[in-house]
């Protein structure tokens, strides 16, 4: 059962470099999420997409872009890291408008130095 | 605008005795709330949670109550044991599927 798979599980960039965090789930969820995770600040959402084809911002969008790509997919892209994206992203899916609960990968440690 | 809250940053409990976790939240859009364990180096795992349409919930060990007009949940953990310590998150959810944390609560419990 693999659930929700975030690759990659760490990554190091140069403050201006870009990259993008990928996220599948195999449980046929409509809705997916991006969230980070920084001290004492618990976990922000910074995009989601409640259904393929929508995505919407959440608390924190500034410097982040994503993409539905299809039901499965949906990912995170940084185009110019700065140091203040270092965080724990986590990526979670759930079912549209059904009481039940989301599910998260296991998360992705990025650092910008 | 943070929308749930969670304002203790940390519990400590003694085994064997009850862990109360609270939340408050802003926004009465949210019909739907959550709460999430979660271990060092590992995504969050879904604890319990609590439609709108209730007042309380109970799963074993572990109830949630929902208080609509203060805006508050709380979580019981009865009884609490050593292996329950981990950091406990709040979230709340919209219609839409929007979906908001709190800034979660370290809980130890202690032998």
């Known amino acids: 059962n693999a659930g929700v798979t975030q690759t990659p599980k760490f990554q190091v960039l140069k403050t201006g470099q870009s990259m993008t965090l990928q996220c599948a789930q195999d449980?046929?969820?409509?809705?997916m999420y991006w969230y980070r995770q920084d001290p004492g600040m618990g976990l922000r959402l910074i995009y989601y997409?409640?259904?393929?084809?929508?995505?919407d911002k959440g608390e924190v969008p500034n410097g982040y872009n994503v993409s539905r790509l299809n039901k499965r997919e949906f990912s995170l892209r940084l185009e110019s890291a700065a140091p203040s994206q270092t965080s724990v992203y986590f990526c979670?899916?759930?079912?549209?408008?059904?009481?039940?609960?989301?599910?998260f990968g296991q998360g992705t440690r990025l650092t910008v130095v | 605008d943070q929308q749930v809250k969670q304002n203790s940053p940390s519990l400590s409990v003694q085994e064997g005795r009850i862990s109360i976790l609270n939340c408050d939240y802003t926004n009465s859009m949210f019909d739907y709330f959550l709460w999430y364990k979660k271990y060092p180096a590992e995504g969050p795992t879904f604890l319990i949670s609590i439609s709108s349409i209730k007042d309380k919930n109970e799963d074993g060990r572990f109830t949630v109550f929902l208080n609509k007009s203060a805006k508050h949940l709380s979580l019981h953990i009865v009884p609490s044991q050593p292996g329950d310590s981990a950091v406990y998150f709040c979230a709340a959810r919209r219609a839409n599927n929007d979906m908001r944390f709190g800034a979660g609560t370290r809980l130890t419990v202690k032998p």
């Open positions: 979670a899916s759930n079912s549209y408008r059904v009481n039940t609960e989301a599910f």
């Open positions: 449980m046929n969820h409509n809705s």
């Open positions: 997409s409640a259904s393929e084809g929508t995505t």
